[in-house]
């Protein structure tokens, strides 16, 4: 199911999703030249594996918990946890529970 | 109260202050060359007259209930309502409730 972005100005729930979390699925909030927002939806035992992207990222937990890593340290994350990641910081997520995060991420372009 | 900025890596609660709403003040959560992050805190009542910024925002709300104003767009914003402000836009707020809203600026450079 394609999700269509928010505009300028809309109102999007980011509120836990409840007994919605196990049909929901990742989807992009915002995406502009600047910025990208997303939902990440992980159900339990799910693993996103060490990665990394060019820019700054914020990580809010929405609901549920995780094992955040970011780079050799390790953070449980429940509701409303938050946390900030530098650019290019190697990061993974462990989700121990069905779980949904807000990332943000700070689009990084060539000058 | 000056209130350090999180590092990298380090958590910080951005759930509702519940009871201690009304002892807290606005804070810098995060701030680094391209990003700041800011809880924003208004007893019932309080307006945030309209202003802008140069780079994009996104806004949401922790707790309690706002009146959101972008350009002629008025939007009542609480717990769990997210959106998203274009650079440059025009905004402003009235709490029609004791709030708190997390604000994540993307700073922008001259080039």
Known sequence: ???????????ISVGPLGAALNAAIT????????LEVIRIVLAAGKKLPPHQV???ITVQCLEGKVDFFVGELKRELTAGAFLYVEGAGEHAVHALEDSSLLVTIVLKHKS
Chains 1, 2 share one sequence.
Not at 27 to 34: L, R
């Open 27 to 34: 989807h992009t909030i915002v995406k502009t030249d600047g």
């Open 1 to 11: 199911m394609a999700i269509p972005h928010a505009n300028a100005g809309e109102v």
């Open 54 to 56: 060019p820019g700054e």
